[in-house]
């Protein structure tokens, strides 16, 4: 259809283009059993996105910690996940359930409640660190001691991951009953990204619908379980007299200090996925200096977006990031294989673990400093 115009010549229209959605954040994968679900509903091996709870196919019959894991979710401020039907208990069933999320590329989170045992949380590592964009939440195991919860976890070191301990007692059909905590700590990962940001530590907040835990640890055993270097640790469920339960901690499970901290990791795990989906386009463009400059630009502009929201930190571009796409990085043995690269650097924000006060002892009492 044609606009009438009331003379010829150049007419001025103002068009403002739709802003690219936000990188939605917060969102798990949960693996787990569903025994009595129908087939047609809930099948396995097949990821089905839940908006709500209520979402969740009813069924009859004994509940898998699935059910209480994805419940908790919501509960704790979730707003998007996917579930995934394992046939059973096995690792070939895991490894199938592993295999149908390698495709999705809006989760970030994978948990599985019901797959807990050494070789199963190795078994979920090892897709986080293959695949690259997405972070493990995993349980030690149920009845564990302090020193067989610190053997489980020195088993393991991944970046992409973190572990913690204990179990949480929640509401069942039948009364009460002691469940992995992942579920609930992923919707506490989703509410932490809408109230601080993924770079955020999702620590030192309220696990909502966790009644009780399954054992308390003495300052002696968090010690152990969450020491001082930077070895990773387990992040540790407390309960605070009249402040509820709550996640008493933000590392990650590697051995390596860069990698320390969970929130330090999901920001530079967020930026690959955005680079991932908006730089996809420059995908076959020539590979010339006018390109660098695109992916500079690109790149400059969302770093310094993070850097205002406190994602980074600094006073000044400078001092929060850097981009470098030029001759140097990209030589000609390097453009004739069809490769462009980048190198990038962030500072990202560290969470303060540990606040210091200072007694002063002197002739007028302790002062505080």
């Known amino acids: 259809m044609h606009a009438n115009y009331p003379i010829p010549g150049v007419v001025l229209k103002d068009i403002f283009p739709t802003p690219a959605p936000e990188l939605m954040t917060g969102v798990p994968a949960f693996l787990g059993l569903v025994p009595d679900a129908d087939v047609t509903q809930l099948p396995y091996n097949q990821p089905k996105m839940l908006k709500l709870w209520t979402q969740f196919p009813a069924f009859q019959g004994k509940k898998k910690y699935l059910h209480y894991a994805v419940k908790g979710f919501f509960e704790n401020g979730g707003q998007l996940c996917y579930v995934v039907r394992l046939k059973d208990e096995t690792e070939q069933a895991l490894s199938e359930g592993l295999k149908a999320l390698e495709y999705l590329d809006d989760i970030d989170l994978v948990c599985s409640p019901d797959m807990i ?18 972070f493990a939440i995993l349980d030690g195991e149920k009845d564990s001691t302090t020193e067989q919860i610190q053997k489980q976890r020195q088993a393991l070191n991944s970046k992409n991951g973190a572990m913690y301990a204990p179990w949480i007692k929640v509401e069942n059909d039948s009364g009460f009953d002691f469940i992995p905590a992942c579920g609930h700590i992923a919707g506490v990962y989703a509410r932490s990204d809408r109230n601080g940001g993924f770079y955020s530590s999702p620590a030192n907040y309220i696990v909502e619908g966790a009644l009780d835990i399954k054992q308390t ?12 270097d930077a070895i990773g640790g387990v992040n540790c469920l407390r ?21 320390h901290y969970i929130n330090v990791r999901r920001l530079f795990l967020n930026v690959f996925r955005w680079i991932e989906r908006n730089l996809a386009a420059v995908v076959f463009e020539p590979n010339d200096f006018k390109l660098w400059i695109r992916i500079e630009r ?14 980074l930190k600094g006073d000044s571009p400078q001092e929060a990031f850097y981009v470098k796409c ?16 980048t190198e990038i650097g962030l500072a990202p924000t560290i969470p303060s673990e540990f606040i210091i006060v200072r007694l002063i002892h002197g002739e007028n009492g302790v002062q505080v400093n």
């Open 217 to 228: 640890f003495s300052n002696l055993e968090l010690v152990k379980l969450h020491p001082t």
């Open 239 to 259: 309960a605070l007299p009249g402040r509820g339960i709550r996640i008493w901690g933000t590392r990650t499970l590697s051995a390596d200090a860069n990698w």
């Open 326 to 341: 030029d001759a140097q990085t990209n030589p000609a043995s390097t453009q004739e294989i069809g490769n462009v690269i």
């Open 298 to 311: 690109e790149l400059i502009a969302y770093f310094e977006s993070l850097r205002l929201k406190g994602a």
């Open 117 to 134: 045992s050494p070789s199963a949380r190795e078994k979920i590592l090892e897709h986080c660190d293959r695949i690259g964009d997405r």
